[in-house]
Nanobody, 123 residues
Framework: VQLQASGGGLVQAGGSLRLSCVAS????????MGWFRQAPGKEREFVAA????????NHADSVKGRFTISRDNTKNTVYLQMNSLKPEDTAVYYC?????????????????WGQGTLVTVSS
């Protein structure tokens, strides 16, 4: 199983980025997908999750109204649209997969992880 995340970069506060994560060697439409992030010196933090069908979605309170998770099962891809970015959003962002079931915000529930993509928001 491979999860390849991309789309990170340097952006000014208030700007936008869209992260993508392409899954391979995985029955993508049987897996819930999540985005997590980890800032230097901090623990990994839940950002958003989406169920296998896209019918259930959960966003962390810290990103509600600014970030949107979505998926395209025909492309084996999950997205994270990030708007109104703040310096505190600076982190390495990871996509993760778990077999469909409870839409968990706990990183220990996820079996497969991508390599991460760095998002840096300047003030």
């Amino acid at each position: 199983v491979q999860l390849q995340a991309s789309g990170g970069g340097l952006v000014q506060a208030g700007g936008s980025l869209r992260l993508s994560c392409v899954a391979s060697e995985l029955s993508f439409n049987s897996y819930d997908m999540g985005w997590f992030r980890q800032a230097p010196g901090k623990e990994r933090e839940f950002v958003a999750a989406i169920s296998w069908s896209g019918g259930s979605i959960n966003h962390a309170d810290s990103v509600k109204g600014r970030f949107t998770i979505s998926r395209d099962n025909t492309k084996n891809t999950v997205y994270l649209q990030m708007n109104s970015l703040k310096p505190e959003d600076t982190a390495v962002y990871y996509c993760a997969a778990k077999f469909r079931g409870y839409l968990s915000s706990n990183h220990v529930s996820y079996n497969y992880w991508g390599q991460g993509t760095l998002v840096t928001v300047s003030s």
